[in-house]
């Protein structure tokens, strides 16, 4: 049963921080299907390793505030306790360079709804108004709003964002306070690599392992890193930023202002601009099917992007030893033809005990950072006083 992924929302070791931790282990036991349909109380205690008392008071408190049906049958601890139909929904909103798509989730992170629309990425990139009007229309209605994930392809630290290069304007905005008011429910704001990360532990690829990255290739390069079921954030929050590894200390300035980065190599803007001239106009998809059509110019820079991933990849594996790598963003279109320079970049950077790790495409694809909003969101520790 993997952990919430939330992180604190009130002090650790505080009377209301751990009654939060305890709700959240009920909360997700009830996320695991089952085949009754139900848990009864006994069966949460077993699997959340709280006391039969405990279990009896979140149960009581979670059903009086609408996010639980507990039926009383042979006995308290026989009844059988479910989500409540009516607890209400969740979304997940997920900002790109190019669009925005939005998703709306019951309280086990299952989509019910989804809708993403292409934006201008030089027009309003963080269009809330858009993105509300987006989520009015495809919300089913079933209870109240309870939370709101958003992702933004941006270093993100306590809901801040740090970075102005694809939000100008927004750096040190606490944007899950502004969002709020768009929204008119509570928002918590992370970073997208990290959030196709979580998207791909519970519902993708990653399912089966317990530690995992996910590596984004868009017009930025970032990784979301799974360690022991939860999402790693480092001590700040930035943790995962491979895009910005060295991996040619004389290669070209990069936008953090180091040179050589694996993001001048890889991004998805790299690969176009280099083949400006011979495949001019031409979009990341159009590239694709250029280089699988055997176009010896679109074949050749995917698999410069490849190795050079591959060498990055050796790093962080030799660091972190995941059980699966699962490439998404646009990157996810190019299958075989990126996969490959990478397993060979990787095999000739990292030592042999983890030169074989499996390297994948994304199994959610363009949606895994929206899927992982909605999981965010229905994760959240607080969820009894959101949406009421
Ligand atoms: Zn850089």
Redo the contacts with the bound molecule.
Sequence with gaps: MPPSASPKTSAPGSTSSLRAANESRVLNVLRTPTDKGAHTQAELARATGLAHATVSNIVRDLTAAGLLDSEPSSGRRGSAVRLAPGAGVVAGVDFGHRHVAVAVGDLTGTVLAEERVPTEPEGHVMDLTLAASILERINPGVGPLRHIGLGLPAPVVNNVVRSSAIFPGWEGVDAAAVAREAFGAPVQVENDANLGALAEHRHGHGREHRTSVFVKIASGVGAGIIINDELFHGADGTAG?I??L?VDEQGPM???????????YTSSEHLLRLLGSRLPGATFPEVVVAAGEGNLAARRVIEDAGLRLGWALGSLLNLLNPGIVILGGAAAQAGELLLEPTRTGLRRHALASVAETPIVMSELGDRASVVGAVQLAAERTDLVNAGT
């Design positions: 930023e895009g910005h060295t990069c936008r953090c202002g180091s040179r050589g980065c694996l993001e001048t």
